[in-house]
T-cell receptor, first 114, second 112 residues
Framework: DVKVTQSSRYLVKRTGEKVFLECVQD?????MFWYRQDPGLGLRLIYF???????EKGDIPEGYSVSREKKERFSLILESTSTNQTSMYLC?????????????FGPGTRLTVT | GQSLEQPSEVTAVEGAIVQINCTYQ??????LSWYQQHDGGAPTFLSY????GLEETGRFSSFLSRSDSYGYLLLQELQMKDSASYFC?????????????FGSGTRLLVRP
């Protein structure tokens, strides 16, 4: 079974703090994604990566950056958190032959910024 | 803009059949996926339609009509464990990369 793990299930941060969210997948997938999920808005793509050291902006990249130094690891960085970044953050991975439709999700990190 | 529309909530009785519709407005569209998410859980992939028509996977079927920019997920012989949120997602090409655009989700409540 594909396993996608995320570094934390719950995080509480103060406004202005820096946050690293880490995601690791164990299936040698080329593609990795970061989403945020908010009630009534579904999942929105923040950034994605189709190879080591490669990254592409998604639909809502403002206020976020990413890092992919190793194939299995994709990190989301919030340089200076704000209250509007309170959300559920989901990481996903996908093999190259199903990259456009079949993604495997981690359990999510619920981030609260106060 | 790119968008997928689906009903926010559907209620059905155990053992019945329910259909969750999804209409889309996207450019670069090449397929429609469905994901299931239980409360507190991660989304899990259910099905994918690249071509028009019906795809069946056990109790679940998914349909796509490109000419109508429309698809649906059909759940048969509903069970209590099917109570979850269901998301349609459009597969899009962007230059040489691919991504999914998700609908806002349909919350399915199965009653005894």
């Amino acid at each position: 079974d594909v396993k996608v793990t995320q570094s934390s299930r719950y995080l509480v941060k103060r406004t202005g703090e820096k946050v690293f969210l880490e995601c690791v997948q164990d299936m040698d997938h080329e593609n990795m994604f970061w989403y945020r999920q908010d009630p009534g808005l579904g999942l929105r793509l923040i950034y994605f990566s189709y190879d080591v050291k490669m990254k592409e902006k998604g639909d809502i990249p403002e206020g976020y950056s990413v890092s992919r130094e190793k194939k299995e690891r994709f990190s989301l960085i919030l340089e200076s958190t704000s209250t509007n970044q309170t959300s559920m953050y989901l990481c996903a991975s996908s093999p190259i032959d199903r990259e456009g439709y079949e993604q495997y999700f981690g359990p999510g990190t619920r981030l609260t910024v106060t | 803009g790119q968008s997928l529309e689906q009903p926010s909530e559907v209620t059905a009785v155990e053992g019945a059949i329910v259909q969750i519709n999804c209409t889309y407005q996207t450019s670069g569209f090449y397929g429609l996926s469905w994901y299931q998410q239980h409360d507190g859980g991660a989304p899990t992939f259910l099905s994918y339609n690249a071509l028009d028509g019906l795809e069946e996977t056990g109790r679940f079927s998914s349909f796509l009509s490109r000419s109508d920019s429309y698809g649906y997920l059909l759940l048969q012989e509903l069970q209590m464990k099917d109570s979850a949120s269901y998301f349609c997602a459009g597969s899009l090409t962007l230059d040489s990369s691919y991504k999914l655009i998700f609908g806002s989700g349909t919350r399915l409540l199965v009653r005894p």
